[in-house]
């Protein structure tokens, strides 16, 4: 049993340096993880909030309805706490209090079983810096091209 990916934020290494990352489980309700499990979770709007620097929180992952249960369904926007150890959790709101820092999620996976999401410490990127990454994407893809 290795892992599967769920869902990836594209975006993420695209929109930000990723300075650190953490995996964390994600503590999910009645259905959420049967719909996680089918893959309808999306994760490209959503950010990590660490409160009170105590707990860390999934916000805004969209996680659909599971139709089969939809008698016990759940909030498909609802906060979700991401289940980290205390020296993690200090860490994340060390690195977030610099200015410009942010939590985003990278991916969602199945780790034996179990629903997980790694997240990264994240700073953003400039246009200069974006513009750079896709010249060095073009070069490389005319690089194999002649290859």
Excluded: C
Aim: charged content about 35%.
């Amino acid at each position: 049993m290795g892992e599967k990916i769920l869902a990836a934020n594209r975006k993420a290494r695209f929109e930000y340096f990723i300075l650190e990352t953490y995996e964390a489980g994600i503590a999910l309700q009645g259905t959420e993880i049967k719909s996680v499990r089918s893959g309808k979770i999306s994760i490209s709007e959503s950010y990590v909030e660490i409160r009170d620097g105590k707990e860390a929180w999934l916000l805004n992952a969209h996680i659909s309805p599971y139709d089969p249960a939809s008698r016990y369904n759940h909030n498909p926007v609802r906060p979700r706490r991401l289940l980290l150890n205390k020296k993690e959790i200090r860490d994340l709101w060390n690195d977030v209090r610099l200015k410009g820092v942010t939590i985003i999620p990278t991916k969602v996976y199945l780790s034996h079983g179990l629903a997980k999401v790694e997240i990264g410490v994240a700073k953003g990127k400039k246009l200069y810096d974006k513009r750079q990454e896709i010249a060095k994407k073009d070069a490389q893809r005319d690089r194999e091209r002649r290859e």
